[in-house]
Nanobody, 115 residues
Framework: QVQLVESGGGLVQPGGSLRLSCSAS????????MNWYRQAPGKQRELVAT???????DWADFVKGRFTVSRDWARNTMSLQTNSLKPEDTAVYYC?????????WGRGTQITVSS
């Protein structure tokens, strides 16, 4: 059974930082490509980053230079470090993967950027 569980969201002031985490089970995390998506209120979900099995990320333009990602293969976790947060980064952030021809999503974690 594949499970993805996000954590680490919260309320932060503009310019602040948060570190999100995604814990994965039921997949071979060492070879799985992982993704971060987000969905802001009233908007469609958008891709934030695709992270290959080696940890290299392909970023959306709107977060380039502000967000970084890392993978811990021993703990089957992926982290998203969000820096220089803006109000427009307010959204629910989701960890996703495609495994054995099926897409899996976590429940998401909320980031709210507000003063």
């Amino acid at each position: 059974q594949v499970q993805l569980v996000e954590s680490g969201g919260g309320l932060v002031q503009p310019g602040g930082s948060l570190r999100l985490s995604c814990s994965a089970s039921g997949i071979n995390f060492k070879i799985a490509t992982m993704n971060w998506y987000r969905q802001a209120p009233g908007k469609q979900r958008e891709l934030v980053a695709t992270v290959d099995s080696g940890g290299a990320a392909d970023w959306a333009d709107f977060v380039k230079g502000r967000f970084t990602v890392s993978r811990d293969w021993a703990r089957n976790t992926m982290s998203l470090q969000t820096n220089s947060l803006k109000p427009e980064d307010t959204a629910v952030y989701y960890c996703t993967t495609r495994w054995r021809q099926r897409d899996y999503w976590g429940r998401g974690t909320q980031i709210t950027v507000s003063s």
